[in-house]
Structures are given as C-alpha cells and as structure tokens.
C-alpha cells in the first residue's frame, strides 16, 4: 500500500512537472518578434526580419528598418523629406537602444543627414556620450560618414525667420514617428525611432523621440516600449519608461500600454484627448499597443511573416479623483 501510495505521489509529481513548463509556454510569444508604428511600421518590420535571417545583429535589424523608412521619408514625416519646422526645414530626432549593456545613442535636432537612426547607432558606439544636437550632432556624423546633404540653403532660411518672416506653407498638424522594437530569439531586445517632429514646431524644439524613456525605452530584463503621438504630451510623462516598468511588475505589454494611456489621461488636463499612441514588447515574445484618441495601426512580424493590425482607442475610464 505504501509503495502504491509513493507511486502516485511520484505520478503525480511527474504530472505536475510536465504541465509546469507547458503553462509557461503557452503564455510565450513567438521570437524573434518585431513590432513597429503606423502602416509603414510593415516596411521597417519586413527589412528588419530580413536583416535578422540574413545574420545581422539586432541593431543591424533596427538601424535597417528605420533607414528604409528614413529614405522613403514615409507619410512625410521622417527623414529630410519630413515636416518642416515654422521656419520651413526639418529638424531630426532619433535614437536606439540595446538591451544587453543597457547601451543607447541619440541625436536631436540633427539637420541634413539623410539617416539619423545611423547617426544615433554611431553615437552609442563610437562616442562615450549618449545624446547629442544640434551642430554638434551634425559635425559628429558627418565625421562618422553618415550620409548628408548641403545645408548652406538652410542659413539663409534661418536669417530670414529670425527676422521675422514666415514661411507660409507650413504644415503644423502632422507628424508621425516609426519606432521599432524587437526582440530577438534569445530573448535579447533593441529598439529605434526616427521623426522630423511635429510639424511647424519652433526650430530647436526636441520632441519625445530621442529622449529615454519617453520615445524610445529598453530593458533587456523585462522588454521594451516606443511612442509615437504628440511628444509634449509623453516626455512629461516618462512614458515608454512607465510602461516597462508595469510590465516588470507583471502586466503584459497590452495591459500596460493601456495603464499608461488611462493614467496620463487622469493626470492631463487635456484628458483622453491627448494624441499619444504606444507599443510593447516583453522578453516572452508577447506584445501590445494602445492609443488615447485614435485607431492605431500598427505592425507585428515574426518568422512566419508580418500583418498590419490595429487597436481602437482605449475606452475611457471614468474619472474618480483618486489613484487606481
Ligand atoms: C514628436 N512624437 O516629435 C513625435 C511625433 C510623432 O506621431 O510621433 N507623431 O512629437
């Protein structure tokens, strides 16, 4: 009876050790798994996948996608041929990130280099800084060999808007970012994003894009997060980082993107009219998205190929006052 008894018992260890694993695995994602914004996010996660399969490092696949982007200058809002700023030419952001050695590299304000993701990805690794703007960031990637254009044309724009005059074709209701994230089949994560910003923003304005933790956010522990939106209305919330950190604390990449809108949406004056739009992705493979104001599209890519999806704006939640 004893020995019957010590059989089950082992049975049913052996049990218990078998659906272990397998209940972990079902909560997994596939990997690699990218994931990146708005409809062109589809070109950026296609060339990243095909940097992958052809041996490239994460930041290959990253620095990839967001250059294809950058050359398209999609939806006219990155690269040169991106919105203007008031004095009618771009200003640039962009930065990457790697999870392992926490590493990352910025630029901001960058005028007439064609790829600023390259720039960004040389900062990191060439220069012991993280960010860098303006004539600085120019004069480093010129000295890096980053692709550029002549911007002599430009100091004449500039003089003429400091003395007043106002280009009058500017656009100052767009803008859109790619951001890209993945991660890779050891678990390993990295993130980019690239804008000219909002359009007809003050010439030296930053936006979200290439500042930690607001665009762009990776932490190769627990995933990564990326904004895109009006970037006023996320560096004041440091919300990629925000987000990472629910995730660490055990939401999924959905719950948290969500979490985030609802809490600035209390906290902002301006409530869930507030134009902010994120994604995630955790070390499982798992991902999500979620957006204040809009429909949202978005793209997923894993080995087996790549969708475009799309979430719906977040229902609000009511206001209550207090902390939830
Ligand atoms: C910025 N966040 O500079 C960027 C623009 C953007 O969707 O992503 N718009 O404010």
Redesign the pocket.
């Known amino acids: 009876m004893p020995i019957r008894f010590l059989a089950l018992l082992s049975l049913s260890f052996l049990a218990a050790c078998a659906s272990a694993p397998a209940t972990v695995e079902a909560s997994r994602g596939p990997r690699p798994l990218l994931i990146a914004?708005?409809p062109f996010g589809k070109i950026a996660t296609d060339l990243a996948l095909q940097s992958l399969r052809a041996g490239g490092s994460r930041l290959d696949a990253v620095e990839a996608g967001i250059r294809e982007i950058e050359r398209l200058s999609c939806d006219g809002?990155v690269g040169l041929g991106g919105r203007p700023n008031a004095a009618g030419y771009p200003q640039l952001?962009a930065c990457i990130m790697d999870g392992p050695g926490h590493r990352a590299g910025s630029v901001a304000g960058l005028e007439g280099i064609v790829h600023p993701i390259s720039a960004a990805r040389r900062v990191m690794e060439r220069s012991k800084h993280v960010m860098l703007v303006g004539e600085g960031a120019r004069w480093f990637a010129l000295e890096h060999g980053v692709e550029a254009v002549p911007i002599e044309e430009l100091a004449e724009r500039k003089s003429r808007w400091a003395a007043g005059e106002r280009p009058s074709e500017t656009d100052r209701a767009g803008?859109?970012?790619v951001?890209l994230l993945l991660v890779d089949g050891a678990g390993h994560i990295a993130g980019g994003?690239s804008?000219?910003?909002?359009g007809g923003?003050l010439p030296g304005?930053?936006?979200?894009?290439p500042i930690l933790g607001s665009?762009l956010y990776v932490d190769d522990e627990v995933g990564a997060a990326g904004?895109?939106?009006?970037?006023?209305n996320?560096m004041r919330y440091c919300a990629t980082f925000w987000i990472v950190e629910l995730m660490r604390q055990g939401r999924s990449p959905q719950e948290a993107c969500e979490e985030v809108v609802h809490r600035i949406a209390r906290l902002d004056p301006q409530g869930y009219d507030l134009?902010i739009?994120f994604i995630a992705l955790d070390k499982h493979g798992r991902y999500g998205a979620a957006a204040s104001n809009s429909r949202f599209p978005f793209a997923v890519a894993t080995e087996t190929g790549s969708e475009l999806l799309h979430v719906e704006r977040v229902s609000p939640r009511a206001r209550t006052g207090g902390a939830q």
């Open positions: 914004t708005w809002s952001d803008h859109d970012t951001t994003c804008t000219s910003g909002a923003k304005r930053v936006g979200d894009s665009g904004a895109t939106g009006l970037g006023e996320v134009d739009c």
